[in-house]
């Protein structure tokens, strides 16, 4: 079976517990305004077996140590669910960890993949109907909450992701909202993350002939975002 891979970073950091080997899997059919990675958007040129990137994993095993692994990004890597399937179960036989970074659309049927994933790194786009779909430009909260619904029947472990947009998500309503949401609707949660917007991929719209819809969006101040998270973890933690 081939897949489309756009890179594979190695000595990731940032991308679950410990260094990790970072696979970046084509397709997304989500069209979020601060996607910083538009060039994932369509599933390309099939160019990997799974044999290949077991391959390349096997090579950075001996750095991954006690809580490192692999990560599987995008993208959206369930859109390429069998492939993606195949390549975990590889990769699972070797006693390596293993996270997918998932704003969870994806086929529908997510039982396999649950076997052998160790950890899912959960983007929330936004957590009412309308927010969703400004944000993402597609009306698919549903399929992010079945997503929610099969991964709450596992001892899966979640890490939460929040991107932090400017006049959208920095207020003390929509923080408190986001609090009792996650504690409401998702199990097994063991790290929230607020990401502030940043426009490091902007100029990637621009080569790819693609309208900019967050041209005008001025950056998330970073100060402003840690005093946001620290208002989320006390209402988070009561």
């Not at 996607?35 to 994932?40: A, D």
């Not at 399929?143 to 959208?168: K, S």
């Not at 097994?188 to 790819?208: C, E, I, S």
């Not at 002939?209 to 620290?230: F, R, S, T, V």
Request: net charge neutral; glycine share 8%.
């Amino acid at each position: 079976m081939l897949g489309s891979v756009d890179s594979i970073e190695t000595f990731g950091l940032v991308d679950g517990p410990g260094i990790r080997t970072v696979v970046f899997l084509n397709g997304c059919s989500l069209r979020c305004k601060f996607c910083h990675n538009p060039e994932m958007w369509k599933i390309k040129e099939l160019n990997f077996t799974s044999d290949d990137i077991l391959k390349k994993v096997l090579r950075s095993k001996p750095y991954f140590k006690n809580n490192g692994g692999v990560t599987f990004s995008g993208g959206e890597p369930l859109l390429q669910y069998d492939f993606l399937v195949e390549t975990c179960k590889k990769i699972k036989k070797e006693n390596i960890h293993i996270a997918i970074d998932t704003a969870g659309i994806g086929n529908g049927d997510y039982k396999e993949l649950f076997k052998v994933v160790d950890m899912v790194l959960l983007d929330i786009k936004h957590i009412t109907d309308d927010g969703y779909k400004n944000i993402t430009d597609r009306d698919y909260i549903n399929n992010f909450f079945n997503f929610v619904r099969q991964l709450n029947e596992t001892n899966v472990e979640v890490w939460i992701r929040q991107v932090i947009v400017p006049g959208i998500h920095d207020n003390i309503e929509y923080i408190k909202d986001l609090s009792t949401f996650i504690k409401t609707n998702i199990k097994n949660v063991t790290r929230v993350d607020f990401l502030p917007y940043h426009k490091l991929g902007g100029d990637k719209y621009d080569k790819l002939g693609i309208d900019n819809p967050y041209k005008l969006m001025p950056e998330m101040d970073k100060n402003k975002c840690d005093e946001l998270y620290k208002l989320f973890m006390e209402d988070f933690n009561k």
